[in-house]
């Protein structure tokens, strides 16, 4: 257990369908990161958040939004998506944006179908 | 462009000793760090350099070249739980982290 919490552990979804992915950390960091990790490949960063407000957006299409009420919450709203999108979705924290180590939840396996 | 590089994946017997390289080509540097990531499960922090030199820490040691872009993660007397990817990630200047594609370790009796 490493402080973050993500759920679903594990999404099947149409190509038509909007759903909501959540992240959780009561760790007191102020910085909350989405990557997407497909197999073989890089982890790829999505979006950072610090202080909740997004300081990131690398080049990740509209389908994929965003969203940080507060700082210990952060969802990924999801809609339209297509089947190359099916990957495991790492939300993680850290306490600053700078060099201080990341804590990740145990991720969102996203099937698209 | 940015790149990190480390062998896709290693092999190992019980009780050896194992050690995976990363190289890197960045913009600007503020540290490495490395991560363990048993399959299914979260990536976890192992070890973070930002000078020169070996920081040991149990089992696991980690060492940095700046000049050479180039480090590397040592595990000794290695158990099976050892088995799992490894992920070297480089803070550019940017503080932006860029990672490697990991490195399967698999460990046999």
């Known amino acids: 257990e490493t402080g973050v919490t993500q759920t679903p552990r594990h999404l099947v979804m149409g190509m038509t369908n909007k759903k909501s992915l959540k992240c959780e950390q009561h760790l007191g960091h102020n910085a909350m990161y989405w990557y997407k990790q497909s197999a073989k490949k890089p982890l790829e960063l999505m979006f950072v958040y610090s202080l909740e407000e997004r300081v990131e957006n690398n080049s990740v299409p509209s389908r994929f939004s965003p969203e940080c009420p507060n700082s210990s919450h952060l969802f990924l709203h999801l809609h339209t998506l297509q089947p190359e999108d099916s990957a495991l979705y790492l939300c993680?924290?850290?306490?600053?944006?700078?060099?201080?180590?990341?804590?990740f939840g145990q991720g969102t396996r996203l099937t698209v179908v | 462009g940015q790149n990190i590089d480390q062998p896709t994946e290693m092999t190992a017997t019980e009780g050896a000793i194992v050690q995976i390289n990363c190289t890197y080509q960045?913009?600007?540097?503020?540290?490495l760090f490395w991560y363990q990531q048993h399959a299914g499960e979260a990536p976890t922090f192992l070890s973070y350099n930002v000078l020169d030199g070996l920081e040991e820490k149990g089992r696991f040691s980690s060492f940095l070249s700046r000049s050479k872009g180039y480090s590397y993660l040592l595990l000794k007397e290695l158990q099976m739980k050892d088995s799992a990817s490894y992920l070297c990630a480089v803070l550019d200047s940017n503080y932006q982290l860029i990672w490697g594609a990991g490195t399967k370790l698999i460990i046999k009796p």
């Open positions: 993680a924290s850290s306490a600053l944006r700078t060099n201080t180590e990341a804590f």
């Open positions: 960045t913009s600007g540097f503020n540290g």
